[in-house]
Structure formats: C-alpha cells, structure tokens
C-alpha cells in the first residue's frame, strides 16, 4: 500500500498547478460570478491538454487514468474554482457515458468539438416528478420509422443553458428495464431550451422540453435495458463531483487559513485563538480523509469506471467535507468570508450544490447501507397489496 502520488503523477500535478496557477489565476474571482460560459478558458484548458484525459487515443483523448483526471481537476479548483467545471465537463460529465458506449459515427460527430473545448454536453435526466426517484422519469420515446418520437421534461441539467448536445434518458418501455438514453440535438424540432433559471450559486440551467421530438434513430445511444450500464459510467461523473467538492472546500479552507494567520483582533492574530484553531484541526481532519477515500476509489477504477462502493463512499466523504468546510471557512473570516470580495462564499455555495447534484447525500447514505447490509432496501412505498 502506498499513499504517495508516482513520480508522474507528482510531476503532472504541478505541470497542473503552474498552468493554473499563470493563466486562471488572474480574473479567478471575477469568473466565479459570470454566469456565462467562459469558452476562451475552455480552449485554453484544452489546448493544454487537460480535456478527455481518460478518453481512448482513438476517440481524440489522451488515454489516461482516472486518477490523472482526478489531479488535473484538483489542481484547477485548487487555483480557479470556476474553471474546474470545464474540466469536469470534459472528464467526468455526460461525456463520458457518451465516450464510453456512442457509436464509431456519434464520436466522430461530436467528441473532436467537445473535446477541443468548442461544444457542450448535457445530461437530462432529472425531471419535475423524478428526482432521487431517477428511475420514474416520464420521458417517453416511440419508435416511428427511422426516428424515435421524444415527449417529456427535463430541469435542472448542467450547461443546459449552453449546450449544443443533449444526453436524454427516456422510457422505451415499462420499469427499469426500459430505460435507455439518446443524443438530442439542440436545433431538433420539437426541443425547446427554456428560460434560464439560477442556482444560489449564480449557476443557470434551463428546462427542456420535448415534445413530438423526433430524432434519428441513430441518435440513441443505449437501448431499453441500458440504465444499469448509464449508471456505472454515472459513477465517473460522481468522482469528477467529489474531486471538485473537496477541491473547493480545500480552496476556502487555504483562503481562510491565510486570513486567520494575517487578520489580528484584540492585538492577536486570529490563528492563536484556540476556538478557531479547532475549527482548522477539525476542518483538516474532514478533508484529508475524504481526500483518501476519494483517492481510493479513483486509483481503485477497473477500466476506466470506478465500483459502486467506494464511489458512494467517496462521493458522500467529499461532499460533506468540502460543505462543512468551506462554510467554516467562511465563519473564520467574518464579514470578508461572507463578501464577495472572497471567494469563499462561493466555495460554499458551490459544495452545497453538490450535496445535491448527482444523488443526494441521503441518497448516497441509502446506497451505503445497502453495501453494509448487502441486500437491497426498497425506497418505494408499499403497494395496497404488500401492505395487506
Ligand atoms: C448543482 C446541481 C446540478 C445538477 N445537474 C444536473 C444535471 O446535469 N442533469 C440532471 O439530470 N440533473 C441535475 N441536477 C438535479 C439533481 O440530480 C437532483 O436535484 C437530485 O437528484 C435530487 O432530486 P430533487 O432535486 O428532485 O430532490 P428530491 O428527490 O425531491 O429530494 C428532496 C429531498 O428529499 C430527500 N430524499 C428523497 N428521497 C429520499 C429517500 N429515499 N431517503 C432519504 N431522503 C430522501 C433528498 O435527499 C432531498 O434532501 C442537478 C442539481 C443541482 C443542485
């Protein structure tokens, strides 16, 4: 066992960290506020390299480890909080269900304009009546000829507002079972973009709306029965959503680290005194054991996609720490911790939409106890019938 990075990953990180740290740093701040995709910043981050890291050489990617893409979404949170989004929309996002099973013809559509930081992908399927409940979305796709006929809703979805791409889980069929997804194209008649919405955060997305969509049939990319499949490559995305939560908690928890060696009040600096050094021990606790669980589970990925377990595992460590402590981040610092003129507000309102994004905490907590009791625990509630 061993917890040390490998020599190129060392050498990778800082090769990371020294881009981020001339060409993000400066406007860091003012990026964290700008709703608008920075497409500027995307061509740079993929001109130097750091989009489809995990992506084969075939489909335009670099071929590397989970564990590469993990570092390099780091070191950018670490510098640019904003700018790991990028990142994790060319790592870990829908792109990544869609590398892992699109058709020769769909990557070679779409992967070279995704993965040069020029086009957007994103996910639907959350949808007004199926939320933690994935499983019930509505959406309905019907064959028709060469075309499936889209009718349903999506909300909530990341870069909705900016997509060019839209992956879609439908309903070909009744239960699980007829779950599948398919490429929908932003121009497709019968797709509508609806109006921005905000997140606390100042992040947008948008609703979708489907209705008599039709798209080609080649389009889809997984068929009734492919839910299972779109959930373990789901899990890539929850590694990019735990590396940039904890990420970006270490990024307040360094902002405040700084302020409370600098900041003196009643003729001390604010690191002497011993309530707010608890705050710092315990702050470092939380991240350094999320950071070992979500290294565990990204070095732990079998061929590209991590297990389930430590996923979960990960996920919720992450979360929880990179919240927890970004919002005490922003307690030691005060009236300037809760000011925009930091950015640890926005650390903390962006960790706790991650305590929400991609499966709940609770959710997670669900999925944990499963793993601990190795049966399954039905959220659903009792027919008539079971309830007798
Ligand atoms: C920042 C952000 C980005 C997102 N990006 C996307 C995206 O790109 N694509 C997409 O499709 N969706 C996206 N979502 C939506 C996200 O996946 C859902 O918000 C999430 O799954 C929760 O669903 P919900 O909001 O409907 O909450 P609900 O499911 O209604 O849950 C409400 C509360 O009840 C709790 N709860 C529900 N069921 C249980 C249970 N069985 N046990 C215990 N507690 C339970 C939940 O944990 C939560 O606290 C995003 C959300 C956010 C906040």
Redesign the pocket.
């Known amino acids: 066992m061993d917890f040390a990075f490998t020599e190129e990953q060392r050498l990778f990180a800082e090769s990371v960290r020294r881009f981020a740290t001339d060409k993000l740093q400066p406007g860091a701040l003012k990026r964290a506020h700008d709703p608008e995709f920075d497409w500027a910043t995307a061509q740079m981050i993929a001109d130097q390299g750091l989009l489809g890291i995990t992506l084969k050489a075939e489909d335009g990617g670099i071929g590397g480890t989970l564990m590469d893409a993990v570092i390099a979404i780091e070191q950018v949170a670490l510098v640019c909080p904003k700018s790991a989004d990028i990142v994790q929309a060319g790592n870990f996002g829908p792109i990544r269900t869609f590398a892992e099973y699109g058709t020769p013809q769909q990557k070679e559509k779409w992967l070279p304009d995704l993965l040069s930081g020029k086009m957007l992908i994103?996910?639907?399927?959350?949808e007004p009546d199926a939320?933690?409940?994935?499983t019930e979305l509505r959406t309905s796709a019907r064959e028709d000829g060469d075309h499936y006929v889209l009718n349903g809703q999506?909300v909530?979805?990341?870069h909705s507002r900016d997509a060019s791409i839209y992956l879609i889980y439908v309903r070909f069929g009744p239960g699980l079972d007829g779950i599948g997804s398919i490429i929908v194209e932003r121009n497709t008649p019968g797709f509508t973009v609806g109006e921005p919405s905000s997140?606390m955060s100042g992040?947008e997305?948008c609703p979708l709306f489907m209705e008599e969509c039709r798209v080609p049939k080649e389009n889809l990319l997984l068929g009734p029965g492919g839910f299972k499949r779109q959930i373990s490559a789901f899990n890539a995305e929850r590694i990019g959503n735990s590396s940039r939560s904890l990420a970006i908690g270490r990024h307040a928890f360094n902002l405040a680290r700084q302020y409370a060696l600098e900041r003196t009040q009643f003729g001390r600096t604010l690191c002497e005194f011993q309530g707010l050094q608890w705050k710092f021990a315990d702050m470092a606790l939380k991240l350094e054991s999320a950071q070992l669980l979500l290294y565990k589970a990204a070095a732990g990925a079998d061929e590209g996609l991590p297990s389930a377990q430590d996923t979960t595992m990960a996920k919720l460590a992450c979360n929880l720490a990179g919240f927890e402590v970004a919002s005490e981040a922003v307690q030691v610092m005060g009236g300037m911790g809760y000011s925009r003129e930091t950015l640890a507000e926005y650390c903390m309102l962006r960790t706790k939409?991650?305590m929400?994004?991609?499966?709940?905490?609770?959710?997670m907590k669900?999925r944990l106890a499963e793993f601990v009791f190795d049966r399954r625990f039905s959220?659903r509630a009792p027919s008539v019938k079971e309830r007798g």
């Open positions: 994103s996910l639907g399927m959350s939320g933690s409940a994935a999506k909530f979805g990341t997140f992040e997305w939409g991650w929400i994004a991609g499966g709940t905490v609770e959710m669900n959220q």
